[in-house]
């Protein structure tokens, strides 16, 4: 499949080693430790902290300490990273916190529920009571519609 979202402006800034940082962007300043958190884990690439506003006990952000408004702002190379490190943070919390299920979510964009425009994975510990849902409502499709969608993904 060829490349559908590319970010000409990060492709500049990492061929040519510019800072990739936001001055107004509150994760940045987190991620950088500008501004103070309750820290779980760093190193050189990525922050994670616990959520202020969680959805559960131990709701903790990924946070990469360069800027990048989004997944499809996001190197393949660091989108990986973020997966490992989720699988890691996601399996010592689970051991730790005696949840009985995770949900890792990230979103993308207004209409997906972005609230903050710097890439950021939710780890979302989850308990049988947390009275929390995440979800969709799923729809009727025909072999068809699924044919039609698909090769309108593959084209080209």
């Not at 991620?31 to 131990?58: C, H, M, W």
């Not at 800027?67 to 702002?73: E, I």
């Not at 190379?77 to 890691?88: N, P």
Request: hydrophobic content about 35%; glycine content about 8%.
């Amino acid at each position: 499949m060829k490349d559908i979202c590319v970010d000409e402006n990060a492709i500049h800034a990492e061929r040519h080693g510019i800072n990739m940082k936001e001055a107004n962007c509150i994760f940045c300043k987190i991620a950088n430790g500008e501004i103070p958190s309750q820290t779980l884990y760093e190193d050189d690439i990525f922050r994670v902290i616990l959520d202020l506003g969680p959805a559960t006990k131990g709701h903790a952000l990924i946070l990469p300490k360069e800027h990048y408004a989004n997944l499809y702002d996001l190197p393949e190379e660091t989108a990986g990273e973020v997966m490992k490190l989720a699988k890691k943070m996601a399996t010592e919390m689970t051991e730790r916190l005696g949840c009985e299920g995770f949900n890792l979510v990230q979103n993308n964009g207004d209409l997906a529920g972005q609230t903050v425009f710097h890439f950021h994975m939710h780890l979302i510990p989850r308990y049988r009571a947390d009275g929390q849902k995440i979800g969709w409502e799923p729809q009727e499709v025909s072999i068809e519609e699924l044919q039609q969608v698909k090769e309108q993904i593959c084209q080209g």
